[in-house]
């Protein structure tokens, strides 16, 4: 990262109470981020996405968040008022989910809902948003933008579907960009054409970009850092290129269970978990 960063997070906590015990879902996570693509990788329930959602205020109800520090571009988002977040949310800090079947409404029209985040956010009138809207799918590579601007959320593929997505989010023109496993529920090749995307408008807007991801060689092919999350921590942090030497038993025991297509079959490697890993220092 070179410059000031745009975000820094310090000692970012997350947690669940119940009647019988507190669950730690994230632990002190830390970093700084510039004009840069992060990825932050880790298996199901490492506290990745709601590391995600925390960056945004949008972490359950029930969620206790607490932060030494969250500031973005200067603006502290711990203490930020429910005006401030709302005029950050989408204008500047845009947030892409894994499914678009949960994330669009049912009842408008994908051009309609594109159109809607440039008018909220963008202060346009409807004729320059439809014309925007028209523009950014488009740019996200889809064919017969006029037809598609038409079409409801179930009548589109989950490739396209997350290509409005994108589209959507990346309308206002927002300085952060996070991407939770967006490319999860898609084959190879549309995951390619996905990336493909998200790497042509990252670097021609210069935003920054948080990748969530659990594909390790993904992330390692398409990002500059990356942290590894373990039990809600960030157990280790290199750069991307660097990830196959990552020195972490964690990591290593992530990178031994991907399966080789050159290898001859056999059983996948299990990793042996340490409590270590989950104190605090450790």
């Not at 693509?37 to 329930?45: F, N, Q």
């Not at 001859?264 to 340490?274: F, I, W």
Request: glycine share 8%; charged share 25%; aromatic share 4%.
């Amino acid at each position: 990262m070179t410059g000031a960063p745009l975000l820094t997070v310090e000692d970012l906590r997350i947690r669940f109470r119940t009647e019988r015990r507190t669950v730690e879902a994230v632990r002190g996570v830390g970093f700084t981020l510039g004009r840069e693509r992060l990825g932050i990788v880790g298996e199901s329930g490492s506290g990745k996405s709601l590391t995600g959602r925390a960056l945004l205020r949008l972490t359950p109800p029930a969620a206790e968040v607490t932060a030494q520090r969250l500031a973005f571009d200067g603006i502290d988002l711990m203490a930020a008022d429910a005006r401030t977040l709302r005029r950050l949310r989408g204008r500047r800090i845009s947030m892409v989910m894994q499914d678009p079947k949960f994330s669009l409404n049912p009842v408008m029209t994908v051009g309609a809902q594109i159109a809607e985040a440039l008018r909220v956010h963008g202060g346009v009138g409807r004729r320059e948003a439809r014309e925007r809207a028209l523009a950014m799918l488009e740019a996200v590579r889809i064919r017969e933008p006029a037809r598609v601007y038409g079409l409801y959320p179930h009548e589109v593929s989950g490739g396209m579907g997350q290509r409005v997505m994108i589209a959507m989010m990346l309308a206002p023109d927002p300085d952060l960009l996070i991407a939770d496993e967006p490319t999860s529920a898609l084959d190879v090749s549309v995951q390619a054409q996905v990336l493909s995307i998200l790497d042509d408008l990252v670097s021609s807007r210069g935003m920054a970009l948080i990748f969530i991801s659990h594909d390790l060689d993904l992330v390692a092919s398409f990002c500059d850092r990356v942290l590894v999350m373990y039990g809600g921590r960030v157990v280790e942090t290199c750069r991307a290129a660097d990830l196959a030497q990552a020195s972490h038993p964690y990591t290593r025991g992530l990178l031994a269970a991907r399966p080789r297509i050159e290898a001859e079959p056999a059983d996948l490697p299990v990793l042996r978990r340490d409590p270590a890993w989950l104190e605090e220092g450790s």
